[in-house]
């Protein structure tokens, strides 16, 4: 259904988020591994057509 809300809690790539976005839905993933998470940021942004924009030490400390 379009404009569905999709949840991944073992988010990954982030292949399910690319499929949510093709067909029309919303998405939230979450995944432990922080670079499983850039690794699906970039995907996004790429499917997107613009920088990557997500920076996992400013969200979540990781980096300090």
């Not at 919303?26 to 920076?55: F, H, M, N, W």
């Amino acid at each position: 259904q379009p404009g569905a809300v999709v949840l991944d809690p073992f988010m990954g790539s982030g292949s399910t988020l690319e499929a949510a976005y093709k067909s029309a839905r919303r998405a939230i993933g979450i995944d432990l591994d922080k670079q499983y998470c850039q690794v699906a940021a970039e995907r996004i942004d790429r499917l997107l057509d613009r920088p990557t924009q997500l920076s996992l030490e400013s969200v979540t400390g990781w980096g300090r």
